[in-house]
């Protein structure tokens, strides 16, 4: 069974920059996370999904990032634009329900110059 | 909201040796999840163990094991015959129904093994 994935694995952009990240969640997994994870940090939930609907972006700020999850399969994460402060690693884990383990993906190093 | 603390930044061990990690949290339910992942320098999180709140019984899975004290809110993590291998940074979790089971880390303990 293929895991997560996720691309690019590495992003350098300068601040006011846009970046997007790709997530491809295990087939037929019906819940998908992106958590971002700062440097010392653990990683904390910037939005859930329940198939193509948003269950969670309470922490997402939306002023600069953006989700979406077409078809309820593939997620793209956009930042847009970039802060220094969102150098970070972007995980992706999926679920085949909410209640579910979650598996996660290699992550994405993102670093904002 | 929940709250994750570990509060042991780095820890330490000799192969073969046993090591204990700490973890405590602050929730008013009762129906819950906890974790442990483990986190090697390729950023992948694997899952080490889990343990449902309902549950008694310490969960335990090869060489891992844990200690949870459901009233002292207490979860640690015991490494049992360390192995090279085994050094990475290590994450407590919670997760509930009420959170839409997402989940809430700590900041880790990062876990040195040596020869």
């Known amino acids: 069974e293929a895991g997560v994935a996720q691309s690019p694995r590495y992003k350098i952009i300068e601040k006011r920059q846009s970046v997007a990240f790709w997530c491809n969640p295990i087939s037929g997994h019906a819940t998908l996370y992106w958590y971002q994870q700062i440097l010392g940090q653990g990683p904390k939930l910037l939005i859930q999904f329940q198939n193509n609907g948003v269950v969670d972006d309470s922490q997402l700020p939306k002023d600069r990032f953006s989700a979406e999850r077409l078809k309820g399969v593939d997620s793209t994460l956009k930042i847009q634009p970039a802060k220094l402060e969102d150098s970070a690693v972007y995980l992706c884990a999926s679920s085949q329900w909410t209640e579910w383990e979650q598996y996660f993906g290699p992550g994405t190093r993102l670093t904002v110059t | 909201a929940q709250t994750v603390t570990q509060s042991q930044p780095e820890m330490s061990v000799q192969e073969a040796e046993t090591v204990t990690l700490s973890c405590t949290y602050d929730t008013s339910e009762s129906d819950y999840y906890l974790f442990w992942y483990k986190q090697p320098p390729s950023r992948q999180m694997i899952l080490v163990i889990r343990?449902?709140?309902?549950?008694?019984q310490n969960a335990t899975e090869n060489r891992f094991s844990v200690n949870f004290q459901k009233a002292a809110k207490s979860f640690s993590l015991k490494i049992s015959d360390s192995q090279l291998g085994d050094a990475a940074m290590y994450f407590c979790a919670y997760r509930s129904p009420n959170s839409g089971y997402a989940l809430n880390f700590g900041k880790g303990t990062s876990l040195l093994v040596t020869p």
């Open positions: 343990q449902e709140a309902y549950k008694q």
